[in-house]
C-alpha cells in the first residue's frame, strides 16, 4: 500500500526559531494535509493543499504541494510555545481516503 | 466551521464487553465517514470507511465482526467494539466529508477522538 515518509521524527527548537518537515511517498496523491495534533486530541487541519505545486499560507504556517504530486513540506516561521505538538501529514485520493505519515513531534523551549 | 462530534472521549469496560463510540457530523451531511485507530505515539491508520447506507469497507487486517460500523444516517456513524479485549485499547478517532454546511466535498473533519482502554 502507499506509504508516506515524514521527517524529521522529532525537533527540539528554541523559540523564535523557523521550523521545517516534510513528507515524500513512493505514490501520487490528489491532495496533502497538514495536521496537528495535542495529547488525548483529534487532529485539527492547519493547511490543505489540492494542487501540485500550490504554496499556501496560514498565518506563520506555509506549506507546498510539491510538483511531482509525491511530496509536501511544512514550515513555522518564529516558532512560539504553543507550536508544540505531534504534526502529521496526510495524502489524500478523491475520495479522502488518507494515508498518514508517522508524525515530528515539535518542542519548542521558551 | 464544521464540527464533527465524538462520543465518548473516554471509556473504559472489562474484557469482553462491547463498547459503542458514536461519530456525529453536526452542520453537514456526512456521505462518508472514516474511523482511524491510533496506538501511543504512532501514526493514525485507517480502519475503515463507511458511506451512508451501505456496508462499511474495511481495510486490510481488520476484523469486521470485532469492529462493527453502522451508517444508518447522513449524520451519524457507530463504531462498536465487539468483545473487547485490552489489545483494543487505543484512541479512535473519526472523520467525515460530505456536502451542505460549512464545509464542501472536498473538506474533511475530525472528530476530537475516544481513548479506549480495555481492563
Known amino acids: 500500500g502507499q506509504q508516506l515518509n515524514q521527517s524529521p521524527q522529532s525537533m527540539f527548537i528554541q523559540e523564535g526559531e523557523d521550523v521545517s518537515m516534510n513528507c515524500t511517498s513512493s505514490s501520487i496523491f490528489n491532495t496533502w494535509l497538514w495536521y496537528k495534533q495535542e495529547p488525548g486530541e483529534g487532529p485539527v487541519l492547519l493547511i490543505a493543499l489540492y494542487k501540485a505545486g500550490e504554496l499556501t499560507s496560514n498565518g506563520r504556517l506555509t506549506a507546498q504541494f510539491g510538483i511531482t504530486r509525491k511530496d509536501s513540506f511544512l514550515n513555522i516561521s518564529a516558532s512560539i510555545p504553543s507550536d508544540v505538538g505531534i504534526y502529521f501529514c496526510?495524502?489524500?485520493?478523491?475520495?479522502?481516503?488518507?494515508?498518514f505519515g508517522k508524525g515530528t513531534l515539535l518542542t519548542v523551549n521558551p | 466551521g464544521a464540527v464533527v462530534s465524538q462520543h465518548p472521549s473516554r471509556v473504559i469496560c472489562k474484557s469482553g464487553t462491547s463498547v459503542k463510540i458514536e461519530c456525529r457530523s453536526l452542520?453537514?451531511?456526512?456521505?462518508?465517514m472514516f474511523w482511524y485507530r491510533q496506538f501511543p505515539k504512532q501514526s493514525l491508520m485507517l480502519m475503515a470507511t463507511s458511506n451512508e447506507g451501505s456496508k462499511a469497507t474495511y481495510e486490510q487486517g481488520v476484523e469486521k465482526d470485532k469492529f462493527l460500523i453502522n451508517h444508518a444516517s447522513l449524520t451519524l456513524s457507530t463504531l462498536t467494539v465487539t468483545s473487547a479485549h485490552p489489545e483494543d485499547s487505543s484512541f479512535y478517532i473519526c472523520?467525515?466529508?460530505?456536502?451542505?454546511?460549512?464545509?464542501?466535498?472536498?473538506?474533511?473533519?475530525f472528530g476530537s477522538g475516544t481513548q479506549l482502554s480495555v481492563l
Open positions: 472523520s467525515a466529508s460530505g456536502t451542505g454546511g460549512s464545509p464542501t466535498n472536498e473538506k474533511l473533519f
Open positions: 496526510a495524502g489524500g485520493g478523491s475520495n479522502y481516503k488518507l494515508t
Open positions: 452542520d453537514f451531511q456526512a456521505t462518508t
